[in-house]
């Protein structure tokens, strides 16, 4: 069996208009300055303490821990107005490889599980897999604990799982497990920035991904 795991905000569902309008929110009511959204995005994919921390560095631990808060209050309500959609293929790509014997998937993510139990529901991804990992028990990426967790609990090892992701911490917390790490280039980093960071490659879209996993689970 090979495992192939996925990070899920900027990878299988475009949220980057929650994210940001969430971060507005929660700086605004800390009375702080709204940071423009390319660099908002550039730390999705942290924990939400360790993004709150890079994004409001000089902010005192009671600034941070408001916008902590104020950030989950208004994405919980920008979710409820109006689920983040799956990305172009994302569907199309979990339905095949779930339908393949000799491949489980699991998934990696920055959210909290009860974001991302959220999100399954909302997109009727139920079953499709063996192990979700999330901030809520684990260290922030690029740490490997989330991974390790998702090979343990899957029963294979580093090298024969990969991990699917859209920022350098998803390709860093691959390398840092020993897993391969494949980039996509829908996300929110770009793709040098996964390059650098180690990915083996960039897809470019659902398709050449699926062809990619498909290949890579044949080696």
Same mark, same amino acid.
């Given at each position: 069996m090979k495992l192939v795991v996925f990070d899920v905000d900027g990878t299988l569902i475009d949220s980057q208009h929650h994210?940001? =309008?969430? $971060?507005?929110? %929660?700086?605004?009511?800390?009375?702080?300055?709204?940071?423009?959204? +390319?660099s908002v995005l550039q730390v999705v994919g942290l924990s939400l303490p360790e993004a709150v921390a890079v994004l409001a560095p000089d902010a005192t631990p009671e600034v941070q821990t408001r916008i902590l808060l104020g950030y989950r209050q208004a994405f919980l309500a =920008?979710? $409820?107005?109006? %689920?983040?959609?799956?990305?172009?293929?994302?569907?199309?790509?979990? +339905?095949?490889?779930?339908?393949?014997?000799?491949?489980?998937?699991?998934?990696?993510?920055g959210k909290a599980r009860r974001g991302l139990d959220a999100m399954i529901e909302e997109h009727r991804l139920q079953g499709r897999f063996v192990s979700l990992q999330t901030a809520d028990h684990h260290p922030s990426k690029p740490h490997p604990a989330m991974l390790q967790?998702?090979? +343990?609990e899957a029963g294979v090892t580093a090298g024969d799982a990969v991990m699917?992701?859209?920022?350098?911490?998803?390709?860093?917390?691959?390398q840092a497990a020993g897993v391969t790490g494949f980039g996509v280039n829908w996300g929110y980093h770009s793709a040098d920035q996964l390059r650098a960071a180690g990915a083996a490659l960039v897809a470019p879209d659902?398709?050449?991904?699926?062809?990619?996993i498909e290949e890579w689970a044949v080696t």
């Open positions: 994210i940001h =309008a969430a $971060m507005s929110s %929660a700086f605004s009511c800390a009375g702080l300055e709204p940071l423009p959204k +390319d =920008a979710r $409820m107005l109006d %689920a983040a959609p799956l990305y172009p293929g994302a569907r199309e790509c979990l +339905d095949r490889l779930a339908q393949q014997d000799d491949l489980l998937l699991a998934v990696a993510t967790a998702a090979l +343990d699917i992701g859209d920022t350098s911490f998803d390709i860093e917390m691959a659902f398709p050449a991904l699926t062809t990619a």
